[in-house]
């Protein structure tokens, strides 16, 4: 995942650290004249991500805001309900970050600006969002960032970033393990080491990590045309492409209609916002109605109806007629709704059906035309005849385990082993200190690992202790790519972070809520189908 500018990382981390407190002062929660109220910030934000999050619908693209929960989304979550839910006001990260400002702002640390806010909403509704999201230079991001103040000196005690002033952050101390807390610090400079999973470099660097053994440093991101040797970073809008014959890769700005253009490792540049790499050449998506030879003209959200001469149409819906390839198994075909709908056809032979849910609950799941091979909302399709069956919870503790297609279930922390009477039941791992298999479930509190020329479940491990893998560490830990060791959530992994750099950047999200464009023409990224 690119470090560059706000990426998507630091939001997604947990947020684990700081208490709520009872809410802020009411001078920090009374805005101004046409102000945004403190304790609306975090529903205002959150809309603003939701549309923020959705190029899929630029370009004149048939798709809606009501299609997106239904979507896969391109952040590596799942679906776009899926992350929703991850950044709820209640109980997801935007939740998190809303109880730890309004914390810091009760304690002083801390000010907010309800007119700066409202400001910030304002300049979205003259703006392309999805221009935004790739350009990074826009500088509206740093004047939306204003809404929150810092008041914490250099050097001065800190939890999260967003209480240091001016452009400080707060780099967590040494001494606590990569848990919450550490000091105010100025942003390093170009070609000065630093941490992924903790420091913050000036504007225009990132922390990069060469990938060859050596230090991590802060790089400033090259420019047109110039030099982007390994994997290191170009501005924003600008691919580094190398030529094919193994030279030098330079940054080059991508394919305007008509430029050639190719997949990544064939030495051409991607297409620019609206535009298809199509047989070499960058070519206007097609919107609906127009002429196309494959889906892949087709605007997002659309397809097309044949490959030679056909028209682009709006994807179907629930209860809508679709068509996919016959055959025995369920497909989704040509329906709009990828995370969570199939193409229900009658027979093998049939290849038009209508689209509907995927199975939840206690509904028909397994293999067939008729059917979808698993279940929605984390339950199981247990097979009972003929590779048909329903959607069923895991079983739990003593009771007997799951056939499933993938074969036996049970409730996680569980494993599946033979019973006295014959059959299988879902039993605890073992315990701590115990033989276990490679890939066992050991019990609660324990990993499987080498120990003594075997393999036995040993105590995960706490805070700042070594690990190789997640499964080392202790539950709400994770382990540091970088450091080795197993860390406090505020801080694993999410670089450029620091100490959960998020509520800057739910100050950005307002800027997407004043959006009154849905139709943008910035960043269009690759269709899942």
Not at 68 to 93: E, I, K, Q, R, W
Not at 458 to 475: D, H, N, R, V
């Amino acid at each position: 995942m690119s470090q560059r500018g706000w990426a998507l990382a630091p939001w997604l981390a947990l947020v684990a650290c700081g208490g709520g407190g009872s809410g802020p002062d009411a001078g920090a929660n009374s805005p101004d004249a046409g102000g945004v109220n403190l304790s609306a910030f975090c529903a205002s934000a959150l809309a603003g991500f939701e549309r923020a999050v959705h190029p899929d619908n630029a370009c004149g693209s048939p798709l809606t805001l009501a299609d997106f929960p239904h979507l896969l989304d391109p952040y590596d979550a799942g679906s776009y309900a899926a992350l929703y839910a991850a950044m709820d006001c209640n109980t997801g990260v935007f939740g998190g970050f809303q109880l730890q400002l309004e914390r810091s702002i009760q304690m002083g640390l801390m000010r907010f600006d309800p007119a700066r806010a409202a400001a910030c909403a304002a300049l979205g509704q003259g703006q392309d969002g999805g221009l935004l999201l790739s350009d990074l230079d826009a500088g509206l991001v740093d004047f939306c960032s204003d809404a929150l103040v810092g008041l914490v000196a250099l050097d001065g005690g800190c939890t999260v970033s967003e209480e240091c002033a001016g452009d400080a952050y707060c780099l967590p101390s040494p001494t606590s393990a990569y848990t919450c807390g550490g000091r105010c610090v100025g942003r390093l400079s170009a070609g000065q080491t630093c941490d992924p999973a903790v420091d913050v470099c000036t504007a225009g660097a990132s922390c990069f990590d060469p990938g060859d053994g050596g230090h991590p440093a802060c790089l400033a991101a090259h420019g047109l045309g110039e030099a982007c040797p390994g994997t290191e970073p170009c501005a924003p809008l600008l691919d580094c492409v190398a030529p094919a014959d193994g030279g030098f890769a330079t940054c080059a700005a991508r394919g305007a209609a008509g430029a050639s253009c190719g997949a990544p490792g064939q030495g051409l540049p991607t297409c620019g916002p609206c535009l298809a790499c199509v047989q070499g050449l960058c070519t206007a998506v097609v919107g609906v109605g127009g002429v196309c030879r494959t889906s892949q003209e087709c605007v997002n959200g659309t397809y097309c109806t044949s490959g030679d001469g056909g028209t682009c149409a709006t994807s179907p819906r629930n209860g809508e007629p679709c068509v996919a390839a016959p055959g025995p198994h369920g497909e989704l075909g040509n329906c709009m709704y990828t995370a969570d709908t199939f193409c229900q056809r009658q027979s093998a032979d049939a290849s038009v059906g209508f689209c509907v849910p995927q199975p939840g609950p206690g509904q028909s799941c397994g293999d067939g035309p008729d059917l979808w091979p698993s279940c929605s909302g984390g339950w199981w399709c247990g097979i009972a005849d003929a590779g048909r069956g329903s959607c069923q919870l895991a079983p739990g503790g003593f009771l007997p385990c799951l056939a499933t297609a993938a074969g036996w279930a049970c409730q996680p922390g569980l494993l599946c082993q033979p019973a006295l009477d014959g059959g299988m039941l879902c039993l605890p791992g073992p315990a701590a200190f115990e033989p276990c298999a490679a890939g066992n479930v050991c019990g609660s509190g324990a990993y499987c690992g080498a120990a003594d020329g075997g393999l036995f479940c040993l105590p995960q491990k706490g805070a700042g202790q070594a690990c190789a893998t997640a499964a080392e560490c202790g539950l709400g830990s994770n382990c540091d790519a970088w450091t080795g060791t197993c860390v406090a959530p505020c801080t694993q992994d999410y670089a450029p972070a620091g100490c959960r750099n998020g509520a800057r950047q739910m100050a950005v999200f307002l800027l997407f809520g004043g959006l009154v464009w849905v139709r943008r023409a910035g960043l269009v990224l690759t269709r899942r189908r």
